[in-house]
């Protein structure tokens, strides 16, 4: 499957660390695309990640699917 993450980024024309508050600020306020830690904190992403998504050094965790095709 290819990486659509960067170009859904630039399509919404934000830089990785703006995307990164972007995408932690719309999990805050649509809980039910949230994804949740162990502990049933939200877990946030930072620029660093959004990154190693785009570069494909990580693969993107299937939980996030849903919440980026919401954002």
Sequence with gaps: MKNRLK???KTKKLSQKE???AFNDF????KEY???DN???IKN???ATVS??????TPIPSKYYSTLAHF
């Design 19 to 21: 995307f990164a508050k």
């Design 34 to 36: 949230a994804v949740l």
């Design 7 to 9: 170009e859904l980024r």
């Design 52 to 57: 190693r998504w785009e570069v494909g050094q």
């Design 39 to 41: 502990k049933g904190k």
């Design 45 to 47: 992403i930072s620029y």
């Design 27 to 30: 999990m805050k306020e649509n």
